[in-house]
């Protein structure tokens, strides 16, 4: 590679401002009007159901979230760990970089590329993502170790590395399936005959078994998830769209993206990386005839940006002035997109932009529909409003050994949960792992019921045989927020043995689920 390597020092304080940079803007560019999303509640709450496994995702979140609740549960800490994951993928990048020899201008493009684009905004968020990307660009990073260098301990990281993000998400799965068929058609096949590879894998299977038993022993709840996110969500999925968001998701370091996918093509030093291009290629394929959605396919970004910053660090050594045209697009590109790739507009402002946020596709939700923000930001909303009419409805209760509080879905149960000023309202609800978290151990007397958007029974005509007295005690009045409508509920008095009936009710959930 041309040039000389830089000071160990220089280099060193480059990457620890990117490291710092990343971390500090997740902070920085959301806006204080959110709260947190829907699905947060729900890893945070693992924190207090510790087990090999749930319904919605692998046991590895519910450690991180035993962690953030050891430090306090406070906001800070739920969104240090997406980002802290987020500046190790950019680590994992620069070191693939280093490998390949690339100069600290290649590393620095890397930097930027991962910073300026989709992958900052998925690290605010907290959900088994961020360090999905950061397991499958480790995955990449320690394959193409043990490929140059033949050392087997690269072998074991590689199998740690996928183990964890097993753990942690199953679609690191797609990524061995796209793997396989890349390193079979390859001149690295010869890895198979590796004895290493198959104690790499025996360590895997043994740190992924107790959720591997736990799905066994549950009968594969992960299937039904599946089921249910293709009847709900995936059925919206278009496979146009599909394709198009990932060149979006990048648009801001889609120089940097398209010479690393023409360099592996092209590039006679990259010829023998090749199978990285073919596992991505597959990998799309594979995510496209399962109408995945867009953002699963993240993970994949990285080391091809990595290659291509390594390219350009190569023609572009001592060429400044088209190292200062590349670098100007990329960061002010981003910084006329961060409106549209980071949530600082409040919802007033994002109505006020509306043709431009629809344009690019940002107002359509997982329902196939079009409203008025993106949904990420409107399951961002109201959610203390719920929580404070809850407590109200909690405060009147005298014996709260006796009360329950069900709500419609997890995000208000989660929310309830992480928002209300008493520590032990333990909101559940019939939805996701909530019905498996409902402690029936004394008789239920007392209800707060926690009603959705759409209630079917806003008298409560249902309930009202089976309580002396029923008070609705407000609703969740934020017009920006998906629970826009919900209602809080107090059912006082129960006249029949609801301990009976909620587990019944419980039972035919899980049967339809």
């Not at 995000?411 to 792992?433: C, E, H, L, R």
Request: aromatic fraction near 16%.
């Amino acid at each position: 590679m041309e040039g000389k390597s830089p000071n160990r020092l220089i280099e060193y304080s480059a990457l620890t401002f990117f490291l710092l940079l990343k971390i500090v803007l997740s902070f920085v560019l959301v806006n204080s009007v959110y709260e947190l999303q829907r699905d947060e509640f729900l890893h945070l709450d693992q924190a207090n159901h510790l087990a090999a496994g749930f319904t919605s995702v692998p046991p590895l979140t519910s450690l991180f979230s035993l962690m953030i609740k050891w430090l306090g549960n406070g906001l800070f800490w739920v969104k240090f760990f997406p980002a802290l994951f987020g500046a190790l993928t950019i680590f994992f990048s620069w070191r693939i970089v280093a490998h390949f020899k690339g100069n600290l201008l290649a590393k620095c493009f890397v930097a930027v590329a991962c910073i300026c684009s989709l992958l900052l905004r998925l690290n605010t968020l907290y959900q088994p993502n961020s360090f999905d990307v950061l397991a499958w660009t480790a995955c990449f990073y320690y394959l193409i170790k043990y490929f140059d260098q033949t050392a087997p301990k690269y072998l074991y990281y590689f199998a740690i590395s996928f183990a964890l993000g097993f753990l942690n998400k199953y679609n690191i799965l797609f990524l061995i399936m796209g793997m396989l068929p890349a390193i079979i058609i390859s001149p690295n096949k010869k890895i198979f005959a590796n004895k290493h590879l198959y104690l790499a894998i025996m360590i895997a299977l043994m740190i992924i078994s107790p959720n591997i038993i736990w799905q066994i022993t549950h009968d594969f709840p992960v299937l039904t998830h599946m089921k249910l996110l293709e009847k709900t969500q995936l059925i919206h999925v278009n496979r146009v769209d599909f394709f198009i968001n990932q060149l979006l998701f990048f648009a801001t370091s889609i120089f940097i993206l398209l010479g690393g996918i023409g360099a592996l093509i092209f590039y006679k030093p990259f010829a023998k990386y090749r199978w990285v291009i073919l596992t991505y290629l597959f990998t799309m394929v594979i995510f496209s005839y399962f109408r995945a959605k867009d953002y699963y396919a993240l993970g994949l970004y990285p080391v091809l940006l990595a290659f291509g910053a390594t390219y350009f660090g190569i023609i572009l050594y001592k060429r400044y002035v088209w190292i200062a045209l590349l670098l100007a697009f990329n960061i002010g590109l981003f910084i006329y997109a961060l409106p549209l790739i980071m949530p600082i507009y409040s919802p007033e402002q994002i109505i006020a932009n509306h043709d431009r946020f629809e344009r690019v596709g940002l107002l359509h939700w997982e329902d196939g529909k079009n409203h008025q923000l993106p949904q990420d930001y409107a399951d961002m909303q109201g959610w203390k409003e719920m929580a404070a009419l809850t407590d109200i409805a909690y405060a009147k209760v005298k014996d709260k050994s006796a009360l329950l509080v069900r709500a419609d879905n997890y995000g208000q149960a989660g929310a309830i949960n992480y928002y209300s000023k008493f520590k032990n309202t333990n909101a559940v609800s019939y939805n996701a792992d909530y019905l498996y978290w409902f402690k029936m151990d004394k008789p239920i007397k007392d209800v707060i019921l926690i009603q959705g958007t759409y209630d079917e029974d806003p008298e409560r005509k249902k309930e009202q045989p089976l309580f002396e007295k029923i008070t609705k005690i407000g609703e969740v009045k934020n017009p920006f927020s998906r629970e826009f409508g919900a209602s809080v509920f107090l059912l006082e008095g129960a006249k029949i043995d609801i301990n009976e009936l909620i587990n019944q009710e419980i039972e035919e959930e899980k049967e339809y689920n």
